[in-house]
């Protein structure tokens, strides 16, 4: 959901020239400027080295809930999975900025109680000490798909089914809590092109960044 929202984003922004959308479906996307790799490997990069140059951000959108996910299985596709793309990325593009969507109440000190917060911080982590140019944590907390973007998480589907129309509401007064999916995009874009003060980013920082954006 998160991804097709910053897809729409990096598409319709003057300043980004090419974009390169990698994941295991097609996007449905038709854009002068997208270029799309669809495979089923998202572990291993060696065969697509060449397409993977000469990029100035990644904007790292996967993931899936640990909904009923026991520790190895949820850490395989997100610490394993979000390292394998990093690790290939960063001696290609060492000038690259690398943005990662995390979680709010993600635990940096990989010790705490919650199993997936600690393997959220344990990727955190990881991606921080690679020799990127710069990367930034995005830890969004509640989301509001704006332009009909959609989870592939059945659980999250009926959530926004139910409770959608509140967020709207609670955006305005609770923007520490809540954030956008077009709000997430321009905030990426925005520290793509010019940084940010901190590497963490909680919704109230995204937030404010995509209205710096926006000006």
């Given at each position: 959901m998160v991804g097709q929202g910053v897809l729409r984003e990096c598409l319709i922004d003057p300043d980004a020239e090419f974009v390169l959308s990698i994941g295991r479906t097609a996007t449905g996307k038709q854009h002068a400027k997208l270029r799309e790799i669809v495979r089923?490997?998202?572990?291993?990069?060696?065969?697509?080295?060449?397409?993977?140059?000469?990029?100035?951000?990644c904007f790292f959108c996967l993931g899936v809930s640990s909904s009923g996910m026991k520790e190895a299985?949820?850490?395989?596709?997100?610490?394993?999975?979000?390292?394998?793309?990093?690790?290939?990325?960063?001696p290609l593009?060492?000038?690259?900025?690398?943005?990662?969507?995390?979680?709010?109440?993600t635990?940096?000190?990989?010790?705490?109680?919650?199993?997936?917060?600690?393997?959220?911080?344990?990727?955190?982590?990881a991606l921080l000490r690679l020799p990127f140019k710069a990367a930034y944590m995005f830890?969004?907390?509640?989301?509001?798909?704006?332009?009909g973007e959609v989870s592939k998480t059945r659980v999250y589907r009926m959530?926004?089914?139910?409770?959608?129309?509140?967020?709207?509401?609670?955006?305005?007064?609770?923007?520490?809590?809540?954030?956008?999916?077009?709000?997430i995009g321009r905030a990426m874009l925005e520290v793509a092109k010019h940084g940010a003060p901190q590497k963490f980013l909680e919704s109230q920082d995204i937030n404010d960044l995509a209205l710096k954006y926006s000006e």
């Open positions: 089923k490997d998202m572990f291993n990069y060696a065969d697509i080295e060449n397409d993977l140059r000469g990029y100035d951000a299985d949820y850490r395989r596709l997100t610490y394993d999975l979000t390292l394998a793309a990093a690790q290939a990325l960063a593009n060492p000038q690259m900025t690398f943005i990662y969507v995390s979680g709010a109440g635990d940096s000190t990989e010790k705490g109680g919650s199993m997936w917060a600690r393997v959220k911080g344990a990727t955190e982590n830890r969004p907390g509640a989301i509001q798909p704006t332009h959530l926004y089914v139910a409770t959608g129309w509140m967020i709207p509401i609670l955006l305005p007064i609770f923007p520490k809590y809540v954030t956008t999916t077009d709000r």
